[in-house]
């Protein structure tokens, strides 16, 4: 061993028929990544601990007749991975029907159009509406303070923002109330936010993969897209 050289254990799997390396300890989906190969996923953040929530990152595991849910999965020697054959693009089709049983489709006039997860993903599986009927919810929308517009009809219960109050700020002013259909991602006590103990660091809204929390600056200013900021210099001054 190599003095102040830290040695990792790599594995050895084949994933969609290329064989690739990864650390040991790592996920399905982080090896995946690294061979630069894409596994959709809706409540992964590589910043926040992974949950496993939205199953969307299912994939099909030589061996194993359920489909794991690779951001939770971890990998192992000789592992053989499928992760767009047909039984998990059915499933993901699936998953994403029974998301958006219970999602508003206003995507003409959302805010977060162009820059939801939840959107491009129906998009990429064509998805166009649920064949699953049943209650929907009819949450009063926050707009109880100048800087974030929370719509608890578009959550997807990722816990993104949960995760993100809690291990990105310290923070713990968000969390789950109740279960099952009336399950809520939301503040201490079922408040709006003004009052509650938030201090609209906007790291909710950041990591957020739908239209359920969203700048309030932005509203009716222009989607994300629209106004992404870029890097440029000025023909003229030549400064920016
Ligand atoms: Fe893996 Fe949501 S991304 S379960």
Redesign the pocket.
């Known amino acids: 061993k190599m003095e102040g050289v830290m040695m990792v254990d790599l594995v050895k799997l084949i994933i969609n028929g290329k064989e690739v390396e990864a650390p040991a300890g790592s996920t399905i989906?982080q090896a995946a990544e690294l061979a630069g190969i894409e596994?959709?996923?809706?409540?992964?953040d590589k910043d926040l601990s992974?949950?496993?929530?939205?199953?969307?990152?299912?994939v099909e595991v030589k061996g194993n007749r359920l489909l794991p849910?690779?951001?939770?999965t971890p990998v192992f020697q000789g592992m053989e991975v499928e992760t767009e054959s047909p039984a998990v693009v059915e499933a993901r089709k699936t998953i994403l029907e029974l998301l958006i049983a219970n999602h508003p489709l206003d995507c003409l006039t959302c805010e977060k159009a162009g820059a939801c997860k939840l959107q491009d993903y129906c998009y990429r599986y064509g998805i166009k509406g649920s064949p699953f009927v049943g209650q929907k919810h009819a949450y009063a929308i926050d707009d109880s303070n100048p800087f974030i517009v929370r719509d608890l009809n578009k959550c997807i219960l990722?816990g993104a923002c949960v995760r993100a109050c809690e291990e990105l700020t310290g923070a713990d002013n968000l969390s789950y109330l109740k279960r099952g259909f009336h399950r809520k991602a939301t503040t201490a006590g079922d408040v709006d936010y003004i009052d509650s103990d938030c201090v609209f660091c906007g790291q909710c809204v950041a990591v957020c993969p739908t239209g359920a929390l969203t700048e309030k600056t932005m509203v009716g200013q222009g989607r994300r897209w629209d106004i992404e900021r870029v890097r440029t210099t000025c023909p003229f001054c030549g400064t920016g």
């Open positions: 989906l596994i959709p996923r809706l409540c992964y992974p949950l496993g929530a939205c199953r969307l990152c299912v849910a690779s951001c939770v990722c």
